[in-house]
């Protein structure tokens, strides 16, 4: 599904940061658009940044079901900044309905991450895509081997090294040592 993603700009709050730049919300089925200017109040500007396909994959939807979970189900738009470019300083990357894909773009810190609330419609579509493709799995406990207790352990150190310093050597090592 087409996803068109809305950034807002507005002025920065620091010397360090001429504006700060927030996916604010997103545009289902929206077509190609490159940095279009959609509104402007004074500083702020709001632009259609541009569109990413949404994909749904069977193998994630235990990350679909965290999701829809949250008190406000929500997709990812992840941003790279393109220096150079103060006309379009973003690009966008991908926008994702799983929060565990959201994260590894996190962890990099190379990405901006915005979570953007879903619209009724796509809420609606993601839910019925788990409820086609989703199996629970069934945790099952490892079980340990049968280890032997009737072992004579000697201490963990290795008997080839002489010492009487050796501090793992279990009592009985250190006399076969002393004689």
């Known amino acids: 599904m087409p996803i068109g993603v809305v950034v807002k700009r507005q002025p ?40 990413a396909t949404l994909e749904l994959f069977g193998a994630e939807t235990e990350a679909y079901v965290h999701g829809l979970g949250a008190q406000v189900p929500c997709l990812y738009v992840i941003m790279r900044q393109m220096p150079g470019t103060p006309e379009a300083p973003f690009e966008i990357l991908l926008v994702t309905a799983s929060p565990y894909e959201a994260q590894d773009y996190c962890d990099t810190g190379e990405e901006l991450v915005e979570k953007v609330a879903m619209t009724p ?46 501090v793992y050597a279990s009592p009985a090592l250190q006399r076969r040592r002393m004689q």
Do not use: N
Not at 33 to 45: F, N, T, Y
Not at 137 to 152: A, G, I, L, N, T
């Open 12 to 51: 920065g709050v620091t010397r360090w940061a001429k504006y700060a730049w927030k996916a604010t919300s997103i545009l289902p089925g929206a077509g190609d658009a490159h940095w279009r200017e959609l509104r402007r109040e004074g500083d702020v500007v709001e632009f259609h940044a541009g569109t």
């Open 121 to 166: 419609g796509i809420e609606a579509w993601v839910r019925e895509f788990v409820e086609l493709f989703h199996e629970d799995e069934e945790f099952v406990k490892r079980r340990r081997h049968r280890e032997r207790v009737d072992k004579v352990e000697d201490g963990i150190g290795d008997p080839r090294i002489g010492g009487v310093g050796d």
